[in-house]
């Protein structure tokens, strides 16, 4: 009988470190930090929201926390920010996929110099290595992918086009040339993207400037895991997820 009940407890054990193994617990820590020397009144302080993980052990928990963190995602440098460049004013995260072993999360920032500015990265991390997964993990034949992104992104960009060409309020009469130099500049990657049930949404910046950014389209592409189905490498954690 006390046999039997130390098995149950076991199995149970090993159910719910198997359930634990496929999501982790994010909860967030906000800190208000103050800078010793602002450059005006509208620098005195700054906000992060650190997204806070807990793993299987506190090693991986550390580990999927440092491959989502802001210094190693978005550059963050905390003490230049606090003395030096005065620029960050908020910093947050948004957790976008959380199961199957995957955590799939964006990670923002905003603040101002010369005038506002924003940056928003996508990191897809492996769950059980706490490693972030990368297209050479992830996808086979990077090159016909590519292809297939780039042609969703030509779709946008001509509709675009035709949008700034219809409104007579911007001044943009050539709006060709915007995106020939944002194709120049900020060619097509695959290592922005996020994962759902339904498929990966890849994420492009056409990187316009401050003063034209109303004219940036959305550069969201998605496909479904069918559409991809010939692009996931096979082994990869992506390959295991069930559609």
């Known amino acids: 009988m006390k046999m039997r009940v130390f098995l149950t407890i076991i199995a149970a054990a090993l159910i719910c470190s198997a359930v634990s193994a496929q999501s982790v617990v994010v909860t967030s820590e906000k800190i208000t930090y103050k800078r010793p020397k602002p450059m005006s009144e509208y620098k005195k302080s700054f906000e992060i929201n650190y997204p806070k993980i807990k793993a299987a052990t506190p090693a991986l928990s550390k580990k999927i926390e440092a491959a989502v963190s802001y210094q190693n995602v978005l550059g963050l440098k905390l003490n230049d920010e606090l003395r030096t460049y005065q620029w960050l004013e908020t910093a947050e995260y948004e957790v976008l996929y959380n199961k199957n072993g995957i955590m799939s999360i964006s990670l923002f920032m905003e603040g101002s110099a010369a005038y506002p500015s924003s940056t928003t990265k996508f990191v897809v991390v492996d769950l059980r290595t706490g490693m972030r997964v990368t297209p050479s993990t992830a996808f086979a034949n990077a090159t016909?992918?590519?292809?297939?992104?780039?042609?969703?992104?030509?779709?946008?960009?001509?509709?675009?086009?035709?949008?700034?060409?219809?409104?007579?309020?911007?001044?943009?009469?050539?709006?060709?040339?915007?995106?020939?130099?944002?194709?120049?500049?900020?060619?097509?990657?695959?290592?922005?993207?996020?994962?759902?049930?339904?498929?990966?949404?890849?994420?492009?910046?056409?990187?316009?400037?401050?003063?034209?950014?109303?004219?940036?389209?959305?550069?969201?592409?998605?496909?479904?895991?069918?559409?991809?189905?010939?692009?996931?490498?096979?082994?990869?954690?992506?390959s295991r997820i069930k559609h």
């Open 144 to 238: 016909g992918l590519t292809a297939l992104v780039k042609k969703a992104k030509n779709v946008e960009v001509a509709q675009a086009i035709i949008e700034i060409k219809k409104d007579k309020e911007n001044n943009e009469e050539h709006p060709e040339d915007l995106f020939k130099e944002s194709a120049q500049y900020h060619p097509v990657k695959l290592d922005q993207f996020t994962v759902s049930d339904k498929g990966i949404t890849f994420h492009h910046d056409y990187g316009f400037a401050h003063v034209i950014q109303a004219l940036q389209p959305s550069g969201e592409f998605f496909f479904t895991w069918t559409q991809l189905k010939p692009f996931i490498k096979a082994g990869s954690l992506l």
